[in-house]
C-alpha cells in the first residue's frame, strides 16, 4: 500500500490511499489519520488492502505530490540512526575524531517530531552562517513496540518506510556534539517524502531490513549523489531493537538511517554536502564546495529499479525564516 | 493556577483545576486537556482563572495527587537542559572530562516525549545493571514560541511550572555521551509531579525565571538532598530562547532545568545518586553510594516556604520491566 497525507485545516490531516504509479488518490476509508492507523494496524489494514487494489484498477482523484503533507506530518517520536559505515568512517578521517561507528552498538539521536516539513515546503532556517546542509536518508515507521524487543520481532513492527531528509546545521554540529548531549539547534525540522510505502511495495528490494534502491539527490538541478540505500551496518530491525531496549515505543515512531552513502562515493557522490566537503579535504586538501545559501533547492527521490515511482520526491527551497 | 490530569482512558486524560492547597479540584470547565489549554492559553485562561477562585473558595470533589497522571501525559517536545554549575563542574571533575558549561551556550538534550510517567507509577526498566538513578529537576511547558525568540520574550511563554524526575542509566550514559550523540538508551521516560502551577503560584520564589524554592528528595525513606532552585546558569527564559534559535516550538514544549544542584552540596545534598558518587569519589577516592535496585523508591517534592504545597510529590518504586 501507498499512502499520503493531504491538507484539511488539522495537523494531523487527511489520510489518503495513493495508486501503485502515484497518479491518483483516495481518503482512506478506515483511518482518518496516519496515526490513527498505525496505532491500530492490524485490524484496519485488510480493509485498506482492498481498497487500495480497487484504486489500482481505477478510481479516485489525481494525486499531486507537490501538494501533499508529510504522511505524517508531526510524530510522538523520531530517532535518527547513523547506520551508513562509509559516512561515519570518512566524517571521522575529515574532522580527525575518533569513529564512533561500533560493530554491535548502533549510533543514534532523538529529534525534533512535533513537525515534519511538507515535502515541497519552503524550508526556513535563520542564518545561511549556520552552514546550511541536506541529509538523504531513508526511514521506518513502527506501531507499537514494547521494551526489550529483539532485531527478529522487531522487524515485523516495521509497518511503513519513508524517505526523509534530515536538515542539519554543520557550524552549529560539532559545537554540540564536543558536549555529548547531542544535537538540539544543529537539527532543525526534518522534511518527508509525500508517500509512505509498506515493504512489501518494493519486493526483492526490500532486504535485510533494509532499502535495496539508490536515493537520488540533486542540487540547484545538479545531480548531487545516487547511492544505493543497502549498505547500513545495522538493519532498520536492528535500529528499532536499538531504540526499543530500555523505553517501550510508541506507535508512530520514525527511526531513520543517517545520510545515505556508500564506499565509493567519489563515484555516486554523496547524500550530504558535509561529506562531499570531507572528500574534497583528503583530496585536495581543502573543501571547496560551500553550504546552502538562501533560495538554494535540493531534491531527492527514489524509484524502483524500473522507474516505478516510490515516495515521490522531496523538492524545496531554503529561505530566510 | 495549579492543574492536574485524572485518567479518564484516553491518552491526555482529563484536566483538573486543583485547589490551592492541593486538597480538591473540578474538572477544568473551558479545556479538557492540558495539550488543549496550551495551545489556546490566552483564551481559556480567564474563564479557568473564575473557576480557580471559586474552587480555592469551596467546592468540587477531593484531590488524591497518587492517583494522578502526569499533568501533562505526553507532549511533542521535551527539551531537558543542564543548568545547575554546581552539577556540571563536579561531573566533569569526577569523570576527567571536559567541563561543557559555557557561559555563553546553555547545555541541552531532546528526551523522549510520548509518555511522562505518572507521578505514583511504578517505574519499569530492564536490569539493574544499567546503574539506575534519578535526577530531581524543575521544568517549565510553554506555549507556540516563534523561531528566533529572545529571551526576554521567551519568558512571557512560559505558562506553567512543573516538577521532573529525569530517569537515567547511569552504566549508558557515557557510552552514549562520547559518540556525541547524546542519549537514547540512557534516558527512559520521565516522570512528572502531579500538578502544574502558573508562575505566580510562587509569587517572590518566582525569581529571575528561575525556582527560589528547594527540591527535597528522599530514597527510601532518607533524606537524599534538599537542593534550592534558583542557582541556574541560565534562567528558564534563556533555556526556551536557546531551544528555539533554529526551530519554532510547539505549544506544549516542555523544558528541563537538569539536575538541581547547589555548590554546598556537601551539606544541602543531592538530587541524583551520580553527584553522591562523585562526592564520594574525590572525598573518599572511591564512590561506595549503589545505584538503585528493583523494589528502591525515590520521593521527591518542592514546597513553598510557608509549606503550602505546590506540585505535590512524585513517589515512586523501580521494577524490572
Chains 1, 2 share one sequence.
Request: hydrophobic residues 40%; negative net charge.
Amino acid at each position: 500500500m501507498k499512502f499520503a497525507t493531504l491538507a484539511n485545516n488539522t495537523p494531523d490531516g487527511r489520510l489518503h490511499l495513493v495508486s501503485r504509479d502515484l497518479s491518483r488518490c483516495a481518503p482512506a476509508e478506515a483511518a482518518p489519520t496516519l496515526q490513527a492507523l498505525i496505532e491500530n494496524w492490524d485490524a484496519l489494514a485488510p480493509a485498506l488492502q482492498t481498497q487500495y487494489e480497487a484504486l489500482n484498477a481505477g478510481g479516485g482523484e489525481p494525486f499531486d505530490p507537490a501538494s501533499a503533507l508529510a504522511p505524517l506530518p508531526r510524530a510522538w517520536q523520531w530517532l535518527d540512526g547513523s547506520a551508513y559505515e562509509s559516512h561515519g568512517t570518512l566524517m571521522a578521517k575529515v574532522f580527525g575524531i575518533d569513529n564512533h561507528a561500533d560493530k554491535e552498538r548502533p549510533l543514534m539521536y532523538q529529534g525534533l517530531s512535533d513537525h515534519f516539513l511538507a515535502p515541497c515546503a519552503d524550508v526556513p532556517l535563520p542564518t545561511e552562517d549556520d552552514g546550511i546542509d541536506f541529509e538523504g536518508e531513508f526511514g521506518v515507521i513502527c506501531d507499537a513496540v514494547p521494551m526489550g524487543t529483539d532485531a527478529a520481532t522487531a522487524r515485523g513492527h516495521i509497518r511503513l518506510l519513508v524517505q526523509i531528509n534530515d536538515w542539519s546545521l554543520r557550524a552549529v554540529a560539532p559545537i554540540e556534539m564536543r558536549t555529548g548531549f547531542g544535537w538540539v539547534q544543529a537539527k532543525p525540522a526534518c522534511s518527508m517524502a509525500p508517500v509512505a510505502v509498506t515493504p512489501d511495495e518494493l519486493g526483492d528490494a526490500w532486504r535485510d531490513a533494509r532499502i535495496d534502491l539508490p536515493l537520488v539527490v540533486d542540487w540547484n538541478g545538479e545531480r548531487f549523489g545516487a547511492a544505493g540505500g543497502y549498505d547500513m551496518g545495522f538493519g532498520f530491525d536492528q535500529l528499532v531493537a536499538h531504540a526499543a531496549r530500555t523505553r517501550k515505543l510508541v506507535a508512530g515512531t520514525v527511526i531513520g538511517s543517517g545520510t545515505v552513502s556508500n564506499e565509493n562515493y567519489r563515484e555516486i557522490g554523496s547524500s550530504c554536502i558535509a561529506e562531499r566537503r570531507g572528500i574534497e579535504m583528503l583530496d585536495e586538501g581543502a573543501a571547496r564546495t560551500g553550504f546552502m545559501r538562501f533560495g538554494d533547492r535540493v531534491r531527492m527521490e527514489c524509484r524502483m529499479a524500473d522507474g516505478t515511482p516510490l515516495f515521490g520526491a522531496i523538492d524545496q527551497k531554503v529561505v530566510k525564516g
